[in-house]
């Protein structure tokens, strides 16, 4: 049998797809993390299920249990908003269900950083994910320094209570960013803020710091996309690259790889 991997809504219960809606109907039982939530959804869908609880930190055993029912019949995973396994349960279960030789089948669907990202005016076309960012300072800032000299834009998700400790480190570990947060999307009170890490305060009102939100950076300004990378055919490229990039004469950039090249001995030159 199998077990279907199916988003639900994040605030606006429109954004349900037709086919996770046939697919909740169609299965013989629904995998959620919190069960009234997820009836609450499927009355609201006009559907009555057997609803099997999967939540942390309970995941591991009861993904065994689960396992061996899908060994019999279709089960549909859902989480409590957005899709299952982002930053929710549901890799344990996948990886379980994997294993055993059940078919695993995702359907396309509503999660938060997506939108998040496509709106923030933030460059989309390389990020990472990074789910939440450690709770403590000390172990926050180390994660942010990992981060700091990579190109890519970073997005995040964090509560309200710790938004505003997770920009002032961000601002200390990765400088002065572009940044963008995305609060209650989809919802009543959705709300898009674009600024600067050094500018925060400002982007930060009250009713900034209420509900959920994903939080979007931009990547190291000082490492160019791997599609901006420049051609260099011959040393003139180089030397062209460096007085253009980095106001690098000639004469400078010979003496560097002239010392490189003394460091390195004979035959370890590059
Ligand atoms: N599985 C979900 C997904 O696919 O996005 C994420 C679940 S995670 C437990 C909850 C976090 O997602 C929130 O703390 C917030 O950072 C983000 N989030 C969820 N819904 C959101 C919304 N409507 N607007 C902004 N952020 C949201």
Redesign the pocket.
Known sequence: MALYIVPTP??NLGDITRRAAEMLSRVDFVIAEDTRRTRKLLSHLGIGKRIVSHYRPKEETQADRIVAMLKKQDGALV?D???PG???PGFTLVRKAIAAGIAVIPLPGP???VP?LVASGIDPRRFLFLGFPPRHRGERRRFLKTLSPLPYTLVL???PQRLGSLLQDAFAVLGDRDFAL??????KHERIVRSRLGSRQAALQEETLLG???VVIAGSPGCAQAEEAPLLENTDDLYDFFRQRFGMGKNALKKILMKKRAKSGPGHER
């Open positions: 994040i605030g989480s908003s957005g899709t982002i930053s929710d999660t938060a950083f998040a998700y964090e509560s995305a609060r209650e999307i989809s919802k959920e939100m994903v």
